[in-house]
């Protein structure tokens, strides 16, 4: 019986398909039928036999050393974060998995109050399936996304809103597949996040070739280009903040700098939100989409 590739086979396949011979110092050759490095090579780059190669790609062994291990994370060209997960992989390592994962996730009532009393940022609370648990109203007036019960990934690769808001979203999808890896762990045991994933490799093949590549890293900060539809485009910061590490749940701020122009459009949309003012438009026609996103897609 043929055995499984499991987890880590998976991996060094993905990963071998996206290294050029090129890259390693090998000459192309237009015979070459798949894209990538051929097992052989990667096993003469890496130091080991063909024969111990092929049976880590089939499953047929699941424990190479670490040494083996950095060898291969060499020639596979992985940065720090590739490299961890793919040492995690080889010991085998599993991430916490939920109690229960269908019940409903619930923020603590401190959390609650202190997302919803910041009045001068966007902030939501996102769980570990990336459903919206919380958002104060600044975040629901930035984007209809950020509303208690959306699941900011069917939003994301089953729908076509979030899609046309973004200038570069080959980009900013690939960023929130590689960093919902990241999050996940090794190898994923949660049954909801594995149905989770399942539908959306159903129903979007492009999420299916992202999350099949294996790229693996996670975002906590840094900048996105939001489109709103009164406001016009916003440059704004975000950070990601872990409040609930066992539960996975993280604290999504944005934030410009104190007297930017983003600041002040977010001090109207504020006041608008508030109820107390009109938003100060600052949208050309053809820069007014039907509802705002930011660049990094769900925040993963």
């Known amino acids: 019986m043929v055995s499984s590739p499991g987890p880590l086979g998976e991996f060094l396949r993905a990963r071998r398909a996206l290294v050029r011979p090129e890259d390693v110092g090998l000459v192309a050759s237009s015979r070459r039928r798949l894209p990538g490095l051929r097992r052989e090579e990667i096993a003469t780059l890496a130091g080991i036999s063909a024969a111990y190669y092929l049976r880590l790609e089939r499953g047929q062994d699941r424990r190479p050393s670490p040494q083996v291990t950095d060898a291969l994370a060499g020639v596979l060209r992985l940065d720090a974060d590739a490299r961890a997960h793919l040492h995690a992989l080889a010991l085998g390592r599993h991430p916490a998995r939920p109690s229960s994962p269908y019940a409903p996730e619930t923020v603590p009532e401190p959390v609650r109050q202190l997302v919803l009393g910041r009045t001068d940022t966007p902030a939501f609370i996102q769980g570990r399936y990336q459903d919206v648990l919380v958002a104060n109203p600044l975040a629901t007036a930035l984007s209809p996304s950020y509303r208690t019960g959306v699941n900011l990934l069917r939003a994301a690769f ?12 080959d980009a900013v999808s690939a960023s ?29 093949p492009e999420f299916r070739r992202l999350w099949d590549r294996h790229d693996v890293r996670p975002r906590t900060t840094g900048g996105t280009r939001l489109f709103h539809p009164t406001l016009g485009v916003l440059d704004l910061r975000y950070e990601k903040l872990t409040v609930l590490p066992d539960e996975g749940q993280v604290l999504v701020v944005y934030h410009a700098p104190p007297g930017s122009r983003e600041a002040s459009l977010l001090a109207s949309l504020t006041a608008s939100a508030n109820g107390t003012s009109h938003v100060t438009s600052n949208a050309a026609p053809h820069d007014a989409p039907n509802a705002a996103s930011h660049a990094e897609g769900p925040s993963e």
Do not use: K
């Open 158 to 169: 089953l729908g076509h809103q979030v899609r046309e808001l973004h200038d570069d979203w």
């Open 176 to 204: 929130v597949v590689a960093s919902l890896r990241a999050r996940s762990g090794p190898v994923p045991t949660d049954l909801r996040f594995a149905g989770l994933v399942a539908e959306l490799r159903a129903g979007s």
